[in-house]
């Protein structure tokens, strides 16, 4: 199985490149792991509601040029459906054995998604209701990557 993560802006922060580093090694035994960044779009301090959109327009352009062709894709989405990490395997399950075999999870930048980018998705994910740092959650996606694959295979989770 191949598993691409494409997002909006690099990780700036140790711990949570440490984190993701971390969970790249873990997925190495189950998938084909790679991680697509694109630089997140300038902006001026307290842009307008017009600037906002403009620049989820232009990185949602960016991104979904780094979208291969025919994979299923999965957007990280506040207005998305909320999945347990049971629910969440299960779906992967249910799509691999319809011949599903490259996933691609987008996680876009600090003001969200494009409605093109909604549109393009097969499936829209929610992680919660909270508004969470699109950085942190490139490291709880990979956690929850392992963590459906160890559901998947009836694995213990914790070592």
């Not at 949602?60 to 040029?65: Q, S, V």
């Not at 909270?130 to 989770?157: A, C, D, N």
Request: hydrophobic residues 40%; glycine residues 6%; positive net charge.
């Amino acid at each position: 199985m191949k598993i691409t993560v494409v997002c909006a802006g690099k990780l700036k922060e140790k711990y949570l490149r440490d984190g993701v580093a971390e969970y790249e090694k873990r997925l190495r035994p189950y998938a084909n792991l790679q991680i697509i960044e694109i630089s997140e779009e300038r902006m001026r301090d307290k842009p307008s509601s017009a600037e906002k959109e403009e620049i989820i327009r232009r990185e949602g352009k960016r991104l979904i040029a780094q979208i291969p062709h025919g994979a299923y894709l999965i957007v990280l989405d506040v207005g998305g459906t909320e999945l347990s990490s049971e629910e969440l395997s299960a779906k992967i399950d249910h799509l691999s054995l319809a011949g599903e075999s490259h996933f691609v999870f987008l996680i876009g930048g600090p003001f969200g998604l494009s409605n093109e980018l909604r549109r393009r998705a097969d499936f829209r994910l929610a992680f919660s209701q909270f508004t969470l740092p699109h950085q942190l959650i490139r490291l709880f996606l990979l956690e929850q990557i392992y963590r459906l694959f160890k559901i998947s295979r009836h694995e213990p989770y914790h070592l």
